[in-house]
């Protein structure tokens, strides 16, 4: 049986290792091109003995991205960062990245091309995250005019950055941060009036399963009449900040009390962050969280790829309650 080859830059990561296993189970030869094959080796045994391969590429290597798409029938972009370093830029790698890949697709001839952009992604954004992700979807529809763009919400699954990020805060603090645009609103309780701090709970997100995006990608693989379009990807619930912190604590079973922070302080906090090596919070991702994070309506989304969103209550309790107090006293 001769299968059909598709090349993704960043299979290794979170998204990634979804997407190569939901590729893999739908019949295609998996390349996976990373800057360190040494330690994609894990994602081998997700498909039958030699259907995945793995291949040396730096995404600003343009000799190396030549060779690793070289005949290929797709290619799939999922590389990017959260955070910059002095040689890793958002410019460098969502943009002039994207462009790399793009340009050696086109004069491969690949024609089906799917980028991972980000929900936010805009050049007239505040913050450098989302203006890169918008100058790498114009690189590659520049280069590869039918090019599908997905543009997922926060993405969440056993692996994420995003819940298990607060849930290790949970464990190590007594208090978990909320940070809040709006400040305080008065809420009336019959006749008398209270200062609700929280305000209206913050910035909004619309989280989506990571193996929905993973069958996002393999639909318009698959079906070549769902390509060419820019998707909006997001569960089917919208929550405030409150309301994932609450999230994480029923799902973990962990109690705390939640602190409403202003948007000041936030900044405040990310400016002395950003020293840190692992920089757990940057003023760009505070400026990120100045807009909501959801669908806006106006682009298709998984529904329209004939999937059904997941929501996180089905799935975050699995892994969440490893932070849970039972689960840490059996460790």
Do not use: C
Not at 82 to 109: K, M, P, Y
Not at 131 to 153: M, Y
Not at 273 to 291: A, H, I, K
């Amino acid at each position: 049986m001769v299968r059909r080859l598709v090349t993704v830059f960043g299979g290794s990561g979170f998204l990634g290792r979804a997407i190569v296993h939901r590729l893999a189970g739908r019949g295609w030869a998996v390349r996976v091109a990373v800057r360190h094959p040494s330690s994609a080796e894990f994602l081998l045994p997700m498909g039958e003995v030699g259907q995945i391969s793995l291949v040396r590429a730096d995404i600003g290597d343009v000799a190396a991205v030549t060779a690793a798409v070289a005949g290929a029938d797709a290619v799939i972009n999922l590389v990017g960062i959260l955070t910059e370093s002095s040689r890793r830029t958002f410019q460098a790698v969502h943009a002039d990245g994207a462009a790399n890949i793009a340009g050696a697709a086109r004069d491969a001839g690949i024609k089906a091309f799917v980028q991972m952009s980000a929900l936010g992604a805009s050049a007239r954004s505040d913050a450098a995250y989302a203006r890169s992700k918008a100058a790498g979807e114009a690189a590659v529809r520049d280069a590869i005019p039918g090019a599908t763009i997905l543009r997922p919400s926060v993405v969440f699954g056993p692996d994420d950055d995003f819940f298990n990020r607060f849930g290790k805060m949970a464990v190590l603090s007594p208090v978990l941060p909320v940070f809040t645009g709006d400040g305080y609103r008065v809420v009336w309780n019959g006749a008398r009036p209270s200062l609700d701090l929280f305000g209206t709970g913050g910035p909004r997100f619309q989280p989506v399963y990571v193996g929905d995006v993973a069958s996002a990608v393999a639909a318009v693989l698959d079906d070549p009449a769902l390509a060419g379009r820019t998707y909006e990807l997001g569960g089917p619930a919208v929550y405030s900040m409150k309301q994932i912190m609450e999230l994480v604590l029923s799902s973990s079973g962990l109690h705390r009390r939640l602190l409403p922070l202003p948007m000041g302080i936030a900044m405040t906090q990310a400016r002395v962050f950003e020293y840190l090596p692992t920089q757990p919070l940057t003023r760009d991702q505070v400026r990120m969280m100045r807009v909501n994070n959801i669908l806006t309506g106006d682009e298709p989304g998984l529904g329209e790829l004939g999937i059904t969103a997941t929501p996180a209550e089905t799935i975050l309790p699995h892994y969440m309650r490893r932070y849970g107090p039972a689960k840490r006293a059996e460790s």
